[in-house]
């Protein structure tokens, strides 16, 4: 079955991945800015790691068949520092024009410091001013409800916001309702470690079924499986759920989201792929 992964470092995969997920029906990845495993030090380490997500990965994936998207922003960790944030704020612009580029993200919190918080809503401010989708990285563990919590609360406070335009990732049992009785659609991330497994995905899906709802592996440099998509559709099929309902989850709840960039509606992801 062909699918999308919406959510993937593939910056920090090795090209063997790109030909795995390709074997198993991957057609499109999106790939949100996230941390690099260490503080970058200026503005332009994050205008080359922009350069990287628009013109670099793109054409390794390319190789593959691969379409590759990407999201922009100073992830939550980098956001403590809020002046840096500000300069990688207003560079963005430099890049959103770019044709593989879906919106800001993943912007969000990490430990809900007030630092955090001053940055998300500047990057929310920057996402409405040219009407860009918007990926929210939600906290870990312990911080999550708390974190999920607050960022619901300067979204839906905003008036501008547009719920159907914002998806609201690595929501977990006690996170996916809130998110989703606001409007917004949500990630399901399936991580071998500290979020949910394939199990406990379908086991939400069978619970608040598939409006609105993404799946994605969340691959990266740290434990994390890129085949996870293509796991948990072998998941699905051995609960019995009918190859429709699966394909609506991997392909056409994906398409839906994205395909309200405009910088989305490419051949390779038509119905003639599927
Ligand atoms: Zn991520």
């Known amino acids: 079955m062909n699918y999308i992964d919406p959510h993937i470092h593939m910056v920090s995969r090795v090209t063997d991945d790109y030909e795995r997920l390709a074997r198993a029906g991957c057609v499109a990845v999106s790939e949100p800015a996230f941390w690099a495993g260490f503080d970058r030090g200026s503005v332009d380490g994050f205008r ?16 593959f068949g691969i379409r590759h998207f990407c999201w922009l922003c100073i992830n939550a960790k980098e956001a403590e520092n809020v002046s840096l944030s500000r300069e990688v704020i207003a560079m963005i612009p430099e890049f959103l024009a770019r044709p593989n580029v879906l919106g800001i993200g993943e912007i969000g919190l990490n430990k809900n410091t007030r630092n955090e918080a001053i940055v998300f809503e500047e990057h929310v401010e920057r996402a409405l001013r040219t009407d860009e989708l918007m990926l929210v990285h939600t906290p870990h563990l312990a911080d999550k409800y708390k974190g999920t919590r607050m960022i619901l609360d300067m979204l839906t406070s ?9 998806c609201i990732d690595h929501v977990e049992e006690h996170t996916i309702r809130p998110a989703l009785e606001a409007g917004f659609w ?15 995905a379908v086991d939400m899906i069978e619970r608040y079924g598939t409006q609105r709802l993404l799946v994605n592996s969340a691959g990266d440099w740290g ?52």
């Open 48 to 63: 080359d790691y922009f350069r990287q997500l628009t013109e670099v990965e793109p054409k390794r994936a390319a190789q």
């Open 158 to 166: 905003n008036s501008r916001v547009r719920p159907e335009r914002v």
């Open 186 to 200: 949500v990630g399901l991330t399936l991580y071998p470690i500290t979020k949910c497994t394939p199990q406990r």
């Open 223 to 274: 434990p994390s499986d890129p085949m996870a998509v293509p796991d948990f559709i072998r998941a699905l099929r051995a609960r019995g759920h009918a190859e429709p309902d699966i394909r609506r989850v991997v392909w056409d709840n994906p398409r839906a989201f994205f395909a309200q960039c405009p910088r989305f509606g490419g051949a390779e992801t038509d119905e003639a792929r599927a």
